[in-house]
């Protein structure tokens, strides 16, 4: 249906401009683009790019009611010329005189209705109420139905709309048809002027050369108006011809003017064709920013993603704070992600809708892939809790071994020795030698104890830090420890206690050979090196154990057997 | 003065110590007692437990190393259950004269106890024996400690737990010519430059044990 109906304007449209043309030069002395070549080519040249815009713009689904407005209003450019005496019959002439001042209203019409075809602020409708009333109602119609041309001295087809001749109604009404159109080209003007004014910079970028034409066309017809008033009709003297070619220049700036903003509007299209190819290249996470950013030509855009748990982070999880314009990407009711951008980049809502749909998928995979990233920190962070839980732990049981079970022993101990004094040296030596056995294993239990507790956390490591907790072990440990590096400052008792147990786990599987140890600070990571005769078998408590602090166990093989572990684990500076 | 938190203890020593013929002039749960108490009595020596209120971790050691610049004339004894010779190291390591470290559990030993007593309060610095002998038996990577000969360990134990030459003679029942041809000796065997100051001495030989590396 759309298709016939677009055929059938196609056809008439061009139609109607070669039977104009022809009327005008059949009676060029009436016409505006009879007299001359270039006057005729002008008339045909501004209809029929209103006509082909107009179609063009109908076959683009948001554009199709401006199209139709434009093409009505290059046929209503036409029939300018069909109330001309030489018009032929009385059905064209009639017509010609209903319509001949319906174009200015038209082009107010499309002006006010750009780009969607829809008038939507009342004061806009009212402006258009009044254009169609003056130019069709009063200066057509209404003049039509008064307007008698065999007493006006006109050699004219009949009038098919006369009710009554009267002159003086004529004129009358003529009169006021050209005040209104003094009027509402003002308003219409001011209102579109106005709307530019308040539109974002995007959409003012791309109705502005429409309102500058269209502007000019209505002033040249308001210009006519007056010119007219003194005669009570529109005429076609040397002043009306030279303001009518001044209009169809504008017409045809008008045209241009809506092809450039589709010229504009493509442009953007294939910035998002490459956005599409760029994204087939899938971006690393993060990178579509970059892409976005590029396609866009905006490199302050930033790119957000709502995560479940509340928050915005961007695609590798770092929270973010969006100032300035947003426009939310949205996709099943669901909004996929933010933009931030500078201002007016994505006024137009359709290019809002493009980008997402561009970037459907590599959206939706970033976000899902910083509701991952948030996730997993979610999860490191449980995990450092959990061993940080436990080393606490630990330390109270050793706190609570030293200030209980060995202090007790001490006092006993001490005890021991009081009563042995008082005993005097008088003392039976089968008792004696009971009391030196119970000392013996006093002394014996409080160094199983000491030796207990420090397995279970050494004390020293979270009193007095890695370095010392290090030398300590060096000096009580089974394996010979080479010392090349310890860190002079404290690191934060996670990574010192991650740190720690590197180093004492491979000192637990060297057995007797000789370790060569070196712990340093490093770019914010405290690295731990332990290389020895061979490589510890078991390193995953010891990957579990730095993992949990977002750190890394790596293993390098040395000549032969040997090897070194090493121990990356970010730590406070 | 003894300053120990827990009372059973500080009693118990208090009996042990004025059975051994010492005059026990005061008795501390607390750093701040501990001070107001060397003030009022102003003794010879003070026995500090490492660990007091509030925290009970090293509130003693750093007590100690405050009265050793308040009071240079006290000596102080502290009491430790830490074998690290880190601990020894940051009370010696500013004032060593007049200052000793013991594992707690040689408050039952009368012997020791009072030797370290004796020896604070002349002003020479004593490192429990356990310690020391730990760092000398610790396992090592090759060193010149392999050179020394029996006897050159013994002196250089001794040396180590602080003592002068005097105490080291007394102990090996050797003469003084001996014992100083052995430090010679141990210092050139080392590589350690030998120091006239007895302190000094001290430091630099524990040091050479602990071994440690330069702190980056």
Same mark, same amino acid.
């Given at each position: 249906m759309a298709r016939i109906l677009w055929t059938a304007a196609l056809v008439a449209g061009i139609a109607l401009g070669v039977f104009s043309l022809a009327v005008a030069r059949a009676g060029a002395e009436n *016409?505006?683009?009879?007299? *001359?070549a270039a006057a005729g080519a002008a008339e045909l040249a501004a209809g029929y790019a209103l006509l082909g815009v107009g179609l063009a713009a109908m076959m683009h689904r948001r554009q199709a009611r401006l199209g139709a407005i434009l093409v009505a209003t290059s046929f209503a450019w036409f029939l300018v010329?069909?109330?001309?005496?030489?018009?032929?019959s009385a059905l064209i002439f009639t017509i010609g005189l209903a319509l001949y001042a319906a174009a200015p209203a038209l082009v107010a019409h499309a002006m006010l209705a750009?780009?969607?075809?829809?008038?939507?602020?009342w004061p806009g409708r009212l402006g258009l109420t009044l254009g169609y009333a003056g130019s069709?109602?009063?200066?057509?119609l209404l003049a039509a139905a008064v307007f008698d041309p065999a007493s006006e001295g006109c050699q004219c087809p009949?009038?098919?709309?006369?009710?009554g001749g009267s002159t003086g109604a004529y004129g009358s009404l003529n009169r006021a048809g050209f005040y209104m159109g003094l009027a509402w080209p003002l308003l219409v003007i001011l209102l579109a002027a106005g709307d530019l004014v308040r539109a974002t910079p995007a959409r003012r970028r791309l109705a502005a050369p429409v309102v500058i034409a269209g502007g000019a066309y209505l002033g040249l017809v308001a210009t006519d108006f007056a010119y007219s008033l003194h005669r009570g009709f529109l005429g076609n003297d040397g002043l009306d011809r030279r303001l009518w070619l001044g209009e169809a220049a504008a017409l045809g700036a008008l045209s241009l003017a809506v092809i450039w903003a589709w010229v504009r509007a493509r442009r953007t299209r294939f910035a998002l064709a490459r956005l599409v190819i760029e994204l087939a290249e899938s971006?690393?996470?993060?990178?579509l920013r970059d892409v976005l950013a590029g396609v866009l030509r905006d490199p302050s855009l930033v790119l957000a993603y709502p995560l479940a748990g509340g928050g915005l982070a961007d695609a590798l999880c770092r929270p973010v704070e969006l100032n300035g314009e947003v426009t939310p990407v949205v996709r099943g009711g669901q909004q996929v992600a933010l933009l931030s951008h500078?201002?007016?980049?994505?006024?137009?809502p359709a290019l809002a809708e493009e980008v997402a749909a561009a970037a459907r998928l590599a959206l939706e995979n970033e976000r899902l892939q910083a509701e991952t990233r948030s996730q997993l920190a979610d999860l490191r962070a449980s995990r450092a809790r959990i061993v940080q839980a436990g080393d606490a732990e630990r330390r109270r049981l050793v706190r609570d071994l030293h200030d209980g079970a060995q202090q007790r022993l001490v006092t006993l101990s001490l005890a021991l020795r009081l009563a042995r004094t008082r005993l005097?040296?008088?003392?039976d030596p089968a008792l004696a030698e009971r009391l030196d056995e119970a000392e013996d294993e006093l002394r014996a239990a409080l160094a199983d104890l000491r030796e207990l507790a420090q397995g279970i956390f050494p004390v020293i490591l979270a009193e007095e830090g890695l370095s010392a907790a290090v030398e300590a072990l060096a000096e009580a440990g089974p394996a010979p420890l080479e010392i090349t590096a310890l860190p002079g400052?404290?690191?934060g008792s996670s990574a010192e206690a991650a740190g720690y147990f590197v180093v004492s786990e491979a000192v637990r599987q060297a057995a007797s050979s000789t370790l060569k140890v070196s712990a340093a600070r490093r770019d914010g990571r405290l690295v731990v090196e332990v290389e020895g005769d061979s490589v510890p078998a078991e390193i995953t408590d010891m990957q579990d154990r730095v993992g949990a602090l977002d750190g890394s166990v790596t293993v390098l093989h040395g000549p032969g057997a040997r090897g070194t572990i090493r121990a990356e684990i970010p730590c406070e500076s | 003065v003894i300053a120990d938190d827990e009372v059973l203890l500080r009693d118990g020593l208090d009996r042990l110590l004025t059975e051994a013929?010492?005059? =026990?002039v005061g008795k501390a749960g607390t750093a701040g007692e501990l001070h107001r108490e060397v003030e009022l009595a102003s003794p010879d020596v003070a026995i500090i437990d490492i660990k007091m209120p509030p925290?009970?971790?090293?509130e003693g050691l750093v007590a100690a190393k405050e009265l050793r610049v308040s009071h240079p004339g006290v000596g102080v004894l502290v009491l430790s259950?830490?074998?690290?010779s880190h601990y020894a190291m940051r009370l010696l390591?500013?004032?060593?004269?007049?200052a000793g470290y013991l594992l707690k559990?040689? =408050?039952?030993?009368v012997g020791v106890l009072v030797d370290a007593l004796t020896r604070v309060h002349e002003g020479e610095c004593v490192v429990d024996p356990t310690i020391v002998s730990r760092l000398l038996r610790r396992a090592r990577p090759?060193?010149?400690?392999?050179?020394?000969t029996g006897r050159e360990r013994e002196v250089l134990a001794l040396m180590a737990e602080g003592r002068s030459n005097k105490g080291i003679c007394e102990r090996l029942h050797l003469s003084s010519k001996t014992v100083e041809g052995h430090v010679r000796s141990i210092f050139t065997k080392l590589g350690v430059g030998e120091s006239a100051d007895d302190h000094r001495r001290v430091l630099a030989v524990l040091n050479y044990l602990r071994s440690a590396p330069q702190q980056l």
């Open positions: *016409s505006f683009g009879g007299g *001359s010329e069909w109330n001309n005496p030489a018009a032929g750009y780009p969607d075809g829809r008038v939507g602020w069709v109602l009063v200066l057509g009949r009038n098919l709309l006369l009710v971006p690393p996470p993060g990178g500078r201002p007016g980049l994505l006024a137009e005097g040296p008088g003392i400052e404290r690191l | 013929g010492f005059d =026990v925290t009970h971790t090293d259950h830490y074998l690290a390591e500013e004032h060593p004269g007049g559990e040689r =408050v039952s030993g090759a060193s010149p400690l392999g050179h020394l």
